[in-house]
C-alpha cells in the first residue's frame, strides 16, 4: 500500500467525524491502524484529526519500521500509545474524543479516562471496518494474488497425487500449507481445514490423524495470505472411482445453492437477501437443518470481516465489496460438503477470484 | 488435562470470589476458559459460582467437542455467550458479577448492563492470569516435551546443515518449522525469527529474502506448541569459521548476563530482581543502550503472559512458575545476540527446559 491510499482512507473517515461530532479519533484496532497508515508493526494507534494532524504511535522496537511504512504521518515512540494520543487530543484543544468501543476494554477506557478526565469520550462504532469493506482497485489485485495462489496449490497438490487414501488429513493440511508458502504466500490465512471421511461433516474439523480412505469426502477450506490480504476457497473431493448416491445428492444441491448464492451477488443487493437465495434452495431440499451456518464474510485484511451475509445480516452490498459465497450440508456420522469461493461484487455481476471448478472432482 | 485438574483450578478461582464480595465470576477470556475447563474451542465463556453450580457456554459447532473436553461442568449450548451466562447469574439469585474488565470489551460490557441492569459488575482483574502463573506438573511436563521439540528440531536442522551461506532466511524459518511439526508440535509457538546478518541486530526480525553470508551472526528465536503450551528459546549462531572480535565480544556478554539471570531465579525473588541480575552485566559493560528490552515473561497457555520479568516488573517469583530468560545486546547495522532459555522457578534452584549448548555454534 502507498502513502497516497492511506491518506485518502484517513480523509474518508475524516468524514466521518463531523457526524459524530467529535475533532478527532482515536484509532486502536491494528488492522484498522495498518489500512489507515500502512504500518505493520504489532503495536501501534493512531490519532486521526478532522484538522489533518494525524499522529501514528508505536514502541521503540518499530522506529524505522513505522517511518519506512507510514513516512506520510506524524510518528509517536512510546510505551502507552492510548494515553499518549489522548494527551495530543487534549493538547491540541479537543474536548471530545471518539474512540472503538468495540476494541478497547473497560480496563483500556478506564485508563484513558484517568489520565485525560476533562475528554469526552464517544464511539467511533466500526466506522473503520465500514470503510473496509469497499476495497480499491489495489486491495482487490491483492485479493486476487492471494487467490491464484490458493487455486495453484490445490492444483498442484491434485497433480502430485496428494489428496490420495493412504494420508492422513494433516499430510494433505501441511502439504497445502507448503506448496502455498512456496508459491509466495506470506502465511496462511487460518489454519488450513482438510476434513475427510465422516468428519467433512463437522464444518470446521481441525485436521488430525485420520487417514484418508477410499470412498471419502475430503473437505479442504483453505487460504493463502499476500501483502496482509486473505483468500478463502474450499472445495470437496471424492477419494477413488466410485462416488456413493448421497455423496452426488448433496453435492449437487451444494453445488446448485452455491451458484444461487453467487447469482445473488448484486451492487444493493440485501445481505440477507443473498443469503436466502442460497438457504432456500437447501431448505426446499429438505436440509435447511445440515446447514448451520451463514452464507458468507467479507474478506481483505481479515480473513472475516464486514460486510456479513447470514439470514438475519444487515446491511446491503457494494461495489467492489469482496465476500465469499460457501453454503454447505453436513449429515453427521457421515459426511459433508462445503462449497466456497471468494468474489468480488461489481455492477456488471461478481467477479470470480477463486478459479479452481466447482465440478466434482474425483481423485 | 483432566476433568479433576480442571476442576481444581475452578475451586482455586472460587477460593477467590469471596474477596471480591462476589457470589460468580464471569470467565469469557478464552485461553483462561481453557485453563479452567480443558474446552479448547474458538468460542466459550465459562460461569464460575461460589456455590459449585458452574456453567460453560459455547455454540453449536461445539456441541460434540465440548461434552467431551468438559464433561464435568454444565454445558449451555447459545449465540450470545456472556448475555446468556449473565441470564443465568441473575436466575441463580446473584446480584454481583466479576467480569474480566481486562478482556471485555466496552461494547460488550454495555450489552450486558443492558440485558441485566440491575446485576452489579464488578472487575475480577487478572484472576485467572495469576492462578495461570504457577503450573501443575501436569502442565509443565507439558511445556519440557514442547521445548525437548523445539531443541531436537534445531539439533537436527543444524545437522543437516540446513544453517547455511546461501540460504534465505525464510528457507531456514520453514525448515525449522517443518521439523518442529514433523516431531509433533501440533502448532509453531510464534512467527519462527531467523534474522542475519544486520537483522540480527532487530530484535523482533520478521524472516526475509535476505541471503545469509560468512560471516553472519544468525539469530533463531522460535518454539513449538504441544497441547496448547509453548516454548521458547533463542540461539544466535555465526556462520563460517572466523568470528570477529566484535561478535565475540557481545556473544560472550550476553551469555554471562543470561546466565546471572537465570542464577537469579529463586522462590520469592523479586521480578525486577531478576532483570537487575541481567541487565546490570551489560550495563557495566557500556551495552545497556543496546538491550532494549524485557528480560524474560512468563510462558504456558500463551506464549507471553504472567509473570514479567523486567526493570520496573511488580511482583515475586514463586514455586513451579515457567519463566524465560532473555537477554540480548543490538548493535544496529552490524548484528546483535539474544540467547533464551524457558526454565521452571523451583526451590533447589531453577529447571532448565531448553537444553541446547549455550556455547557459540559456529555452523
Known sequence: ??????????????????????PA????????????????????????????????????????????????????????????LAARAVAAGHTRLAYESHEVTVDGLAAV????????????????????????EAEIDLLRRACAIA???LSDLIAAGGVRAGRTEREVARDLDARMLDLGAEAVSFETIVASGPNSAIPHHSPGSRVIEGGDFVKCDFGATYSGYHSDMTRTLVIGGAVADWQREIYDLVADAQRLGREALAVDAECA?????????????????????????????????????????????????????????YLEGRGGVRIEDTLVVRPDGPELLTLTTKDLLIV
Open 1 to 22: 500500500m502507498s502513502g497516497p491510499a492511506a491518506a485518502a482512507r484517513r480523509d474518508r473517515l475524516r468524514a466521518r467525524l463531523a457526524a459524530l461530532d467529535a
Open 25 to 84: 479519533a482515536l484509532v486502536t484496532r491494528l488492522v484498522n491502524v495498518r489500512y489507515l497508515t500502512g504500518f505493520t508493526g504489532s503495536n501501534g494507534a493512531l490519532l486521526v484529526c478532522a484538522d489533518g494532524t494525524d499522529v501514528l504511535a508505536t514502541d521503540g522496537r518499530y522506529i524505522t519500521q513505522s517511518a519506512q511504512e507510514a513516512p506520510d504521518v506524524e510518528r509517536l515512540i512510546e510505551r502507552r500509545l492510548d494515553t499518549v
Open 113 to 136: 479516562t484517568a489520565a485525560e478526565p476533562g475528554l469526552g469520550l464517544v464511539s467511533l462504532e466500526q466506522a473503520v471496518e465500514d470503510l473496509r469493506a469497499v476495497k480499491d
Open 151 to 153: 487455486d495453484e496449490a
Open 273 to 329: 437477501g443473498v443469503d436466502a437465495a442460497a438457504r432456500d434452495r437447501i431448505v426446499d431440499a429438505g436440509h435447511g437443518e445440515h446447514y448451520t451456518h451463514g452464507l458468507g464474510h467479507g474478506v481483505g485484511l481479515e480473513i472475516h470481516e464486514a460486510p456479513w451475509l447470514g439470514a438475519t445480516a444487515p446491511g446491503r452490498l457494494g461495489d467492489r465489496m469482496p465476500v465469499t459465497v460457501e453454503p454447505g450440508v
